[in-house]
């Protein structure tokens, strides 16, 4: 690590606000001064040990346990001091500015974690599933993050990394001595050994792209001409009364947003105000808002009122909605209309006031995002993840493009497996260290 990286930093390792507990968290150089002034006593390593922590006068800021975890054997791989107090937020600002007086500076975001993979305590890959764990909003989310956290996602890629390697090393050492009688691998060897890395890199694409789903989750809005019922589906998908309904046209103004959980996938559920041609000024902006969210969605659920069938106007929103959107029919107060609720093709017969039909609602959701419904085997990833993952991919592609010429399949090779370890961090610019980093809380 650089010298700048080994002083000592300090911080609220605890979430904002009243609780019975909380932490203050220091990693850096040689901490036996800083323990000295504070419990006033040594301390044996890995074992809590009631302290009254001091402050500068010799007065007792607080009474708590003092953790000691000394390098290499912690979290960051350095010396790294715990102090776990009351958590009430005007004693932990006490106590760590009672640290900071004692020479250690205030940590950045994530700057434990970095430290942690500066050291070798764990991979990017693996450092990034932490921050992806206390974000979790979902348990299949949290198991997911859990699973990078133990390194099975770095596992994977590593894998398919040393398949790289071998290849490119036998590829290097005939380009480099033609004139030694070096078992290089044959042409049919070669596509062999590319054909397995596709596959491999297919199906970790696949399996991050349910992960990615799973992180982020989806954004689904309800479009569609006033009185559809949009409101009443959010109410019904929410499972609570979120969203007002009456009878009178216009009712929803402004875009309302609300989280639900699908089989264990976060969706961020958007209704929308009815689209209709108004005079109304402060109606005109809120149906202008709509096109603006339906932009940004993952899927549109294009709620149509059953009792009136598909009219002109349905058919004029639809014909409006962006090229590239997944979009859904949704046919909604069936139960008025005498219509059976289901599911056929791309269209949801359902009513909200009575829930027929939201079964079959959220499967084709699922279906129309490409949420498989089980988080098993698949790996929580972020957009760099798919991103590098695909370039790999590309790169394997042009690679067996040139297998006849060796010096431009070694390059693509060559670029495709920088492109794949770039995840784990092996081969990462500082600054996206810096921005990977920058996005984690303060005290981790």
């Known amino acids: ?62 009474t708590g346990l003092a953790l000691s975890f000394p390098a290499p054997n912690s979290y960051t791989g350095e010396h790294v001091l715990e102090l776990q ?19 250690a500076r205030l940590a950045e975001p994530g700057e434990f974690s970095k430290r942690a993979y500066l050291n070798g305590k764990m991979d990017l890959a693996q450092a990034e599933g932490v921050a992806d764990l206390i974000d979790a909003a979902t348990e299949e989310a949290a198991r997911c993050a859990q699973r990078s956290v133990h390194g099975e996602f770095s596992t994977a890629v590593n ?58 989750g989806a954004v689904v809005v309800l479009a569609g001409r006033p009185n559809a019922g949009k409101s009443s589906l ?10 007002i309904v009456t009878e009178i046209p216009g009712t929803t103004r402004d875009a309302i947003r609300q989280s ?26 809120g149906v202008a808002r709509p096109w603006a969210a339906i932009e940004k969605a993952d899927l549109a659920l294009l709620v149509i009122d059953a009792t009136q069938g598909e009219t002109s106007e349905d058919r004029a929103i639809a014909g ?24 056929l093709e791309d269209t949801v017969v359902l009513s909200a006031k009575t829930g ?51 010096e431009l399949f070694s390059e693509e090779l060559r670029l495709a497996h920088e492109a794949l370890m770039s995840i784990t961090g092996e081969v990462t610019p500082d600054d996206l260290l810096g921005e990977i980093f920058s996005r984690f809380c303060i005290g981790k």
């Open 1 to 62: 690590m650089a010298s700048s990286d080994k002083d000592i930093i300090a911080a609220i390792a605890t979430a904002p606000g009243r609780a019975g507990i909380g932490v203050v968290r220091l990693s850096g150089g040689n901490l036996e001064t800083l323990i000295a002034a504070i419990c006033r006593k040594p301390l044996i390593p890995r074992l809590a040990t009631l302290s009254q922590f001091s402050g500068n006068a010799g007065d007792v800021i607080d």
């Open 85 to 103: 107090g009351h958590g009430g937020p005007v004693v932990l600002q006490r106590l760590l500015k009672h640290c900071l007086a004692l020479g």
């Open 159 to 216: 894998q398919l990394g040393r398949q790289m390697t071998e290849l490119r090393a036998l590829t290097e050492a005939t380009l480099d001595f033609p004139e030694e009688e070096i078992d290089g691998p044959t042409r049919v060897d070669q596509s062999h050994r590319l054909n397995e890395l596709s596959k491999g890199l297919a199906h970790l694409i696949d399996a991050s792209g349910q992960g990615s789903l799973l992180r982020e």
């Open 234 to 243: 959010l109410n019904r998908l929410a499972g609570e009364e979120v969203a």
């Open 260 to 285: 639900i959980n699908l089989g264990g996938l976060p969706l961020h559920v958007v209704d929308t105000a009815g689209l209709r041609e108004t005079q109304d000024a402060v109606e005109q902006i």
């Open 320 to 343: 409006k909605l962006p090229p590239h959107l997944r979009w859904l029919r949704v046919y909604n107060k069936c139960d008025l209309a005498k219509r059976d609720a289901g599911r």
């Open 356 to 406: 027929d039909g939201i079964d079959a609602l959220h499967s084709a959701i699922a279906d129309a995002i490409g949420w498989r419904g089980e988080a098993e085997g698949i790996f929580m990833a972020r957009e760099r993840h798919l991103v590098a993952l695909r370039a790999a991919y590309a790169g394997v592609g042009r690679a067996a493009e040139q297998i006849s010429r060796q």
